[in-house]
């Protein structure tokens, strides 16, 4: 069975490429530059050059594939390429070009209950349309969809460093972030129980309000915890303001501003808890002084 992943070099995609790997799939991955594979290079059959946002460049992508998967998408706010450009043309790219190679399954990352918050995120909408085509199309599929990942609460642990972490709203609203690996080994379970054209919400084993995990990054840097608030009408209204100017730090505000207000709790899956990777984390600096 071959497996083609697209979004390798990113944070889940390479526990993705891993986890087919080890179950004994071949693996081929999509990489805009095969020089920055090293990570994952042992675990792939093959590495394609190509860039999901030229199309032109995918021939031959999804040949013999048996399942596709994509988690491309924008993790910056510089002004280009937009989210429209990589979250929502580049992976309809990919749908494209894996129905044309007659590829029978296609697995998708979009947002977490993005269905439902499309026509208050842009960002969301994005990822959801390539989810309806997915949907339309005449393959089997499956959209997953975390509540978010143990790499973007590593923004948490980079403020405690500097001393002071910045909350959207109170810091009260409630998610449970979830490791990669979790994720990926969750994704085999499903797909080796047949669990095709659904849509899976996958959070982490553990539940946190946004001050708890500020605390927690702070703890493993035996820190002090000190704290700053940012209401969320601040950041959609300076989400409006900078739109014309960059779209992307437009997006992710408009989704910080949302995130502010309310819980986002998946179902739980995995056994990787936040507070042992702020421990890794915090191994990697020099010992705290005072």
């Excluded at 071949?26 to 999901?52: H, M, Q, T, Y």
């Excluded at 399942?67 to 924008?74: D, E, H, L, Q, T």
Aim: some cysteine; proline content about 6%; hydrophobic content about 45%.
């Amino acid at each position: 069975m071959r497996a083609v992943v697209a979004g390798a070099t990113g944070y889940l995609g390479g526990f993705v490429v891993r986890a087919f790997a080890e179950a004994g799939w071949k693996v081929r991955a999509l990489a805009r530059n095969p020089d920055g594979c090293a990570s994952i290079r042992p675990f792939c059959d093959e590495i394609f050059r190509g860039e999901a946002t030229v199309p032109d460049t995918l021939h031959g992508l999804f040949r013999q594939a048996d399942v596709c998967f994509s988690s491309i998408g924008i993790r910056h706010v510089h002004r280009h390429p937009t989210f429209w450009q990589v979250d929502c043309q580049a992976n309809l790219n990919l749908v494209e070009a894996a129905l044309r190679a007659g590829a029978p399954r296609f697995v998708f990352v979009s947002v977490f209950r993005g269905d439902e918050l499309r026509s208050e995120i842009r960002l969301a909408e994005a990822r959801e349309r390539v989810a309806d085509r997915i949907r339309a199309s005449k393959m089997k599929w499956i959209i997953l969809r975390p509540s978010g990942f143990f790499n973007d609460m590593e923004e948490f642990f980079r403020m405690a460093r500097s001393g002071k972490v910045w909350l959207p709203g109170d810091g009260s609203a409630r998610l449970n972030p979830v490791h990669g690996a979790d994720i990926a080994s969750h994704l085999l379970s499903l797909m080796a129980g047949g669990g095709w054209n659904r849509d899976y919400a996958v959070g982490g084993p553990d539940v946190f309000s946004l001050r708890q995990i500020g605390d927690m990054a702070f703890h493993s840097l035996r820190k002090e915890p000190r704290y700053g608030y940012i209401p969320g009408w601040v950041m959609k209204s300076a989400g409006v303001v900078c739109r014309p100017f960059n779209a992307n730090a437009s997006a992710l505000l408009q989704a910080f501003a949302l995130l502010a207000s309310r819980d986002g709790v998946a179902p739980p899956t995995g056994d990787h808890r936040l507070k042992d990777f702020f421990a890794k984390l915090a191994q990697g600096l020099p010992p705290p002084s005072g």
